[in-house]
């Protein structure tokens, strides 16, 4: 099967509606007769529903939310893909920060600490916790390392935790008036109690609630693992820690970062080798 880019796969809605421009130089249609499945079905389903909408008519025989995809890819990025060599990083003191995912009830971001730096020296306003990708913290009687959690609870500031060596945290806020949420502790993912989503696929909640609109989890899949089709009804974000995984047929590793928009849905989602993922649902549209 071929695989595709994330720019490939977002051009397709343009495609589908005939817009001038939108395969200037052809590379949709020779990625297509290279026989991706995953593309073609999207476009043709994209184009049933583009000419159904001119119609003024809804699909007969299509999915449910195929109007929802349609409109939602003309106004916005439906599906986001940021990998670890995209994107800038930009310095601030001690540290380093890759902006992934930024609203005004929330964001998301990478954040670099140089070893010896303070976990302090990380937060901001609105912070609700982080899951560390690469490097460990240790203090206050705690060693964290890659895969575990700490949460923000609102006394970041106070925290007596370093960097022993170069650490990238995946740090996820709420509104900068955000509540701390109900999780005041620390998760070490190796000792926790994992549980069983499907076959082959299991996940560790970390902090959040539906009722705090907001989530935050760490997925497993083992060896040739593959996630069921599933539709999103608030904005879903994932964050490679380690292993493989194909998603909307893009290939990513770790610190590759993914966003799917509300109304939108995820073909089978794999993994040859093995992965963990940081899985974050946001309740609220803000």
Not at 161 to 185: C, I, N, Q
Not at 236 to 258: A, F, K, M, N, T
Not at 269 to 275: A, D, E, N, R, Y
Request: glycine letters at 10%; aromatic letters at 4%; one cysteine or more.
């Amino acid at each position: 099967m071929s695989t595709h880019t994330p720019r490939l796969f977002e051009q397709l809605a343009p495609v589908a509606l005939g817009l001038p421009e939108a395969d200037p130089t052809g590379a949709v249609l020779s990625h297509l007769s290279e026989g991706c499945e995953i593309c073609a079905v999207e476009l043709a389903q994209l184009r049933e529903t583009a000419a159904l909408l001119a119609l003024g008519s809804d699909p007969l025989s299509s999915p449910a939310d195929l109007r929802e995809r349609i409109v939602g890819r003309t106004q916005e990025t439906s599906f986001e893909f940021i990998l670890a060599t995209d994107g800038a990083w930009e310095s601030a003191g001690n540290l380093e920060f890759k902006r992934l995912y930024a609203v005004p009830g929330g964001s998301t971001t990478l954040i670099s600490l140089r070893t010896g730096s303070w976990l302090a020296e990380a937060y901001r306003p609105g912070h609700l916790g982080y899951v560390i990708l690469r490097g460990e913290l240790d203090g206050e009687g705690l060693r964290l390392s890659t895969g575990d959690f700490i949460p923000a609870a609102g006394k970041v500031p106070g925290r007596e935790m370093a960097a022993v060596m170069d650490t990238v945290l995946l740090a996820v806020a709420g509104a900068a008036d955000a509540e701390p949420l109900d999780s005041p502790k620390a998760v070490r993912s190796g000792r926790a109690a994992w549980n069983p989503m499907e076959a082959g696929v299991l996940a560790l909640p970390l902090a959040g609630s539906e009722k705090e609109g907001i989530e935050i989890s760490l997925v497993h899949m083992e060896a040739g693992a593959v996630a069921a089709r599933h539709r999103h009804e608030w904005v879903e974000e994932l964050c490679v820690l380690s292993g493989d995984c194909r998603c909307q047929g893009i290939e990513l590793g770790p610190e590759d970062y993914h966003r799917a928009a509300p109304g939108t849905s995820h073909e089978e989602t794999q993994s040859l080798g093995g992965c963990t993922l940081a899985y974050i649902t946001r309740k609220n549209r803000a």
